[in-house]
């Protein structure tokens, strides 16, 4: 792909390339087969001070925004590395940054930016709840100077591999809050103390290498000054931290879309068929063409929201309408890609095989795609809500 597309943070984007040099195909595919955690690839990350871009630098963070973050995690990605691993502390940054005390960001930033803890476990999704946040029943009860937390929580990846994690919870229940969204609350939860202690962690296996799990809450302890924010006002503060999500995540897409894009155009350069290059064909080569117009639409969908949220306006739409792009751009290009490379695309050295199946989760999580499209709906065209 031209060097033009590489228009922001050139020294980040270079930076970040030189390192995933380190960490090529068959790092990822070892790892992916037995489902391990890539512990040297975000030691590395951490090392670099990659994963502290968006913490100030009175912490010991760069103080860049939210645009060289997804610069970080699009080269990440368009180098065949996968951020899944580590994205969190980005965008759980979103609440902590905003909404944490003077006295916590104190205690835990410098630590989280010298890569002394790591906070990558952001709990939300329930079993029962699904995509309607409002219904989670995970129960804070204040104790005098701390919360008890039981229920349950499903899907939250990195949870072994975290020290932190920012947990969303009820503390009102929905019928006696004076609205759905309110009556929950955000804890900031030591995980190393919690585990053994209340706190159950259990693995699920899935189609992709993404330390996800189930979480079981039995009577855990929390100290009440972990309470992000006011109770019961905590579901405002998560927002902030999900448009950061959802517009770090679409970042993933646009560089796993590019990842394809470059090698499916390497490969129909050179693979020979019929006597010449199979990319001679224009049936081989106007889906690559058409893979680079919807990446790079998708891509200008993303600076904008990352602009809009750097400059503190509101992004929630502009961010789900990124994530909706990207991931559709990224899954139509993997397709391609695959397709291009013929029976070789399915080889697992070659990791099409893998980022096709790594990039198809991005149109179900952080949030799917039938759900963005209802807000665009009813938030911004204003039709009636179906649910
Ligand atoms: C690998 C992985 C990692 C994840 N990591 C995390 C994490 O770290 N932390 C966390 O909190 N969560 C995490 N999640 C959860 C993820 O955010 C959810 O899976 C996602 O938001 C969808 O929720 P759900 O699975 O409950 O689907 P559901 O809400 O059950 O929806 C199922 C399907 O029905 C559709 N649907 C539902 N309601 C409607 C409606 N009213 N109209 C039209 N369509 C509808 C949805 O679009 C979806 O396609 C992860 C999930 C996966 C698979």
């Known amino acids: 792909m031209p060097a033009s597309q590489d228009h922001s943070y050139p020294e980040i984007r270079e930076s970040v390339r030189r390192l995933c040099a380190q960490f090529p195909g068959s790092y990822w595919q070892a790892l992916d087969r037995d489902r391990i955690y890539p512990k040297e690839f975000v030691q590395a990350l951490t090392r670099e001070g990659f994963l502290s871009v968006l913490i100030p630098e009175e912490y010991g963070g760069s103080g860049l925004g939210l645009g060289a973050a997804t610069a970080v995690l ?62 989670i029943t995970t129960f804070a009860r204040r104790d005098g100077d701390r919360y008890i937390v039981n229920g349950q929580k499903i899907w939250i990846s990195r949870a072994e591999y975290s020290d932190l994690m920012v947990l969303l919870v009820r503390t009102t229940p929905r019928e006696q809050a004076a609205k759905p969204s309110d009556g929950m609350s955000v804890l900031l939860v030591d995980m190393r103390a919690a585990i053994g202690k209340g ?31 006011e109770q019961d006002k905590g579901f405002r503060y998560i927002l902030d931290g999900m448009n950061a999500e959802r517009i770090l995540i679409a970042s993933e897409c646009i560089g796993d879309g590019r990842f394809f894009i470059d090698r499916a155009s390497a490969y129909a350069a050179e693979r020979q068929v019929f006597g010449a290059a199979i990319g001679r064909n224009q049936g081989v080569q106007f889906p690559i063409a058409r893979a680079y117009v919807q990446v790079s639409a998708a891509a200008a969908m993303v600076d904008n929201a990352a602009a809009l949220f750097d400059s503190g306006k509101p992004c929630g739409t502009e961010a789900n309408m990124a994530k909706m792009l990207a991931s559709e751009a990224s899954w ?32 179900v999580a952080p949030i799917s795609t039938n759900l963005i499209l209802s807000h665009v709906a009813t938030h911004v065209l204003g039709l009636p809500k179906s649910f």
Do not use: W
């Not at 139509?332 to 990039?359: N, S, V």
């Open 74 to 135: 699009e080269e990440i990605h368009r180098s065949g590395c996968n951020g899944g691993a580590c994205h969190a502390q980005m965008y759980t940054m979103g609440t902590l940054l905003k909404h944490g005390s003077a006295a916590q960001k104190a205690k835990y930033l410098p630590k989280i930016a010298a890569g002394d803890l790591a906070l990558q476990a952001f709990g939300v999704t329930e079993p029962n709840s699904g995509t309607d946040t409002t219904r």
């Open 199 to 229: 706190l159950t962690i259990r693995p699920i296996r899935t189609m992709l290498n993404h330390a996800t799990t189930e979480l079981f809450f039995d009577d855990l302890a929390v100290p009440a000054e972990n309470l992000i924010g």
């Open 332 to 363: 139509y290009a993997a397709d391609m890609c695959l397709q291009t490379h013929g029976g070789f695309g399915f080889a697992e050295e070659y990791d099409i095989e893998r980022k096709f199946r790594e990039t198809r989760l991005y149109q």
